[in-house]
Every structure is written in structure tokens, then in C-alpha cells.
């Protein structure tokens, strides 16, 4: 008896693994020199999410695309939940708090799988015309982005909520919607932004955006840059790695942990990261205009690329002084559980989504 058809596996997408698994090495490596008892429990979150990754790639996601709504309002129950039972840490109404097992989620990070797979379900029901999304269309479509945007921004996580409102846009964009929508909302956001800074955007964010625009950059930005500059062409040997050693550069395994890959490896280990992510990104574009015909799968790849050069992008340019400092981990490679867990989530389902493209994949019960 054979349980599972082994010739499911020849549609299973390796390249996504080979991109991702040096990633993975990578960080628990510079771990393992920053913090030891850090590199430790990061191991223990790769277990958990390679057994995440499998329970999820087996789920029968084709057969019961219906669910995804119900899940879509049970992750923005989840964000009303914040508002009102949420635990608060370093000034921000981010968690939930488990009865008994005294642990907390994040709702803001569990969401994002559930939005991108929602986009994807309202596309769909409802495929671009030729000439793209009509003005009925895009209002419609942006109630699902703007309603999860507003409360995580609320917490408030203004970072994460603005990578969900650009992901659901950016694979709007992709999809198809008028250009004259396009335009009309440029000109409503430029003439709006002065409006949304004043009433909108609270003071340790004016803060941010203030240290960002100063002469001066903020004391973590300041280590990050004298991190990077001290790698050099190819980086300094472990022990000279000063910034990271002697504790300068804060926050070095998590939301800086970027300079200190540069302060070890110089500017070439810096490209060979950016151009790992860059190589994921397309091959996830790529895979978006392959499968044209499959508007669940194409959504999803956009949105996981989408949410990967985001995070990216901004992670990037923050240490290096050219974002305002937000919080947001380089994805598959800052420390911690949460973030990391939610990214294998994503390929899980979006493995799950290429190797069953046919929904007979599923039915392991025939083969017995």
C-alpha cells in the first residue's frame, strides 16, 4: 500500500528551498558568533516550523478554498481582540494573551498568510476584466486591504501595517486595475499626506521620521553605520568584529542583524545576501507569470515576493540611515520565532498550492 504518489513531488518547487535554506545557515551562523543561548533557541524555532511547514503543506488548501473568507474574518476578530484584551509591550497593543499556557501571539503576524490568500480568493471569484479592475471592482477590493491596515495601525504597528496596504496594492497592480485609478490616487495622496502627518501619525513615529531627516542619524543607526564601514571590502575576522563583541551595535541578531553581516563579511557578503533575496524574489515573479491560469497561486506568489522585498527593502535601508528605524526583521534571517514561523507558513502554503495543483492531488485515500 502507498500512502502518498511520489510523482506529486516532481511538481514540489526546489528552487524556493535551495534559495532559502542558505538563509537559514547563514543567520544561525552569525548567531551562533553574537549569542549562543540566541542561536539555541533559534534552533528550536526551525523545528517548529519545519513541522509547521509540513502540517501545513499537506492540507487539502484547493478543496476547501471557501474557508479562506471565514479565516479572513477570524484573523480581524483577532485584531478587534488587540484593541480591546491586548497585552501591551514597549508602549505598543501588539498581543494576545493564551489562557493557561501563558504564552502570546501576535494576530498582526499570523494575518498576513490569511490576507494574501484572501486577495487571492477575491480574484478569484471576481478575474480582471482586459482593461483592468473598474472603480466598483477596486472599492470593493480595498475594503479587504484598508479594514486590516487600519487596525494593526491602531496598535500601534505602523510597519506592518503599511507592508499589508503596499503588498495588497502591489498585487492589484500586478493583477490589473484602470490606470486612471492609478492616477486619481496619486494626486489624492499627495494633496492628503500633509493632512495624514499632522492628525494621523503619532509623535514616536514623527520622532522616527524626524531622527531619520536630521543631520545627526539616532545612536542605533550610528553603530549600524560604523559596523558597515568597519567590514570593508570582505569583513573583519570574528574577533575583530568589535561593533557585534563589545555589544556597540544594538540589536545585532535581530532588526540590525544586516551590519553585522557586513561588519563580517564586508561589502561582498552584503551583495551576496541581497542578491539571495533578490534570486527568491524573481523566481516568485517568475512563477506569478507562469501559472497566468491559476489566480489563487498567482496571487499568493506575488504577494510572498511582495512581502519578502518589502521587509527587505525597509530592513536594508533602515540600518543603513536610509529609513526611518521601524522594526521590521530581515525575513528568514532576523532572530525570532514569530516572524520566522510566518514566512514558512507562507511557502508551506504556497508549496502546497504548486505541487497540488490538481485537486485529485489530494486524495491519498485512493492510493491505499
Known amino acids: 500500500m502507498q500512502l502518498f504518489d511520489k510523482r506529486i513531488l516532481s ?13 537559514i545557515f547563514l543567520s544561525h551562523h552569525l548567531m551562533l558568533e553574537a549569542n549562543e543561548i540566541l542561536a539555541q533557541k533559534q534552533l528550536i524555532y526551525f ?19 471557501l474557508i479562506i473568507p471565514i479565516l479572513y474574518w477570524l484573523g480581524i476578530l483577532l485584531l478587534l481582540a488587540v484593541e480591546f484584551f491586548g497585552v501591551t509591550k514597549l508602549g505598543a497593543t501588539r498581543w494576545l494573551e493564551l489562557p ?12 498576513k498568510p ?47 501595517a503599511l507592508v499589508l496596504l503596499l503588498v495588497g496594492y502591489g498585487i492589484l497592480f500586478i493583477m490589473g486595475v484602470n490606470r486612471k485609478i492609478w492616477t486619481a490616487i496619486l494626486v489624492l495622496l499627495a494633496l492628503s499626506s500633509p493632512v495624514v502627518y499632522t492628525y494621523a501619525i503619532k509623535d514616536y513615529q514623527k520622532k522616527r521620521i524626524s531622527d531619520f531627516i536630521a543631520k545627526e542619524p539616532s545612536y542605533h543607526v550610528q ?25 556597540f551595535l544594538p540589536i545585532a541578531t535581530s532588526d540590525f542583524i544586516f551590519a553585522f553581516l557586513v561588519e563580517r563579511y564586508g561589502f561582498v557578503g552584503a551583495i551576496g545576501l541581497i542578491l539571495l533575496y533578490l534570486f527568491l524574489i524573481l523566481h516568485l515573479f517568475s512563477i506569478n ?26 530592513n536594508i535601508l533602515m540600518v543603513i540611515g536610509f529609513a526611518p528605524v521601524v522594526g521590521l526583521p530581515l525575513p528568514m534571517f532576523s532572530y525570532g520565532g514569530s516572524s520566522f514561523i510566518n514566512f514558512m507558513v507562507l511557502f508551506a502554503i504556497l508549496q502546497n498550492l504548486i505541487t497540488f495543483r490538481f485537486k485529485h492531488g489530494y486524495d491519498f485515500e485512493r492510493r491505499l
Open 11 to 23: 511538481h514540489f518547487d526546489y528552487v524556493s528551498l535551495f534559495l532559502v535554506l542558505p538563509l
Open 47 to 65: 523545528g517548529i516550523s519545519a513541522i509547521v511547514f509540513v502540517l501545513v503543506f499537506f492540507l487539502p488548501i484547493r478543496k476547501f478554498l
Open 223 to 247: 553603530q549600524s553605520i560604523i559596523a558597515i564601514g568597519a567590514g570593508g571590502l570582505t569583513g573583519q575576522k570574528e574577533e575583530d568584529a568589535t561593533q557585534t563583541k563589545l555589544k
Open 289 to 314: 507569470h507562469f501559472f497566468r491560469d491559476d489566480p489563487i497561486l498567482q496571487v499568493f506568489a506575488a504577494g510572498v515576493a511582495l512581502l519578502i522585498f518589502l521587509d527587505m527593502a525597509v
Open 114 to 160: 490569511i490576507f494574501i490568500l484572501m486577495m487571492g480568493w477575491l480574484i478569484y471569484k471576481d478575474p480582471p476584466p482586459k482593461h483592468g479592475y473598474d472603480l466598483v471592482q477596486f472599492i470593493y477590493i480595498s475594503f479587504y486591504i484598508i479594514l486590516p491596515f487600519i487596525l494593526i495601525a491602531k496598535e500601534p504597528d505602523l510597519g506592518t
Open 100 to 111: 493557561i499556557i501563558n504564552m502570546t501571539i501576535q494576530p498582526s503576524e499570523l494575518f
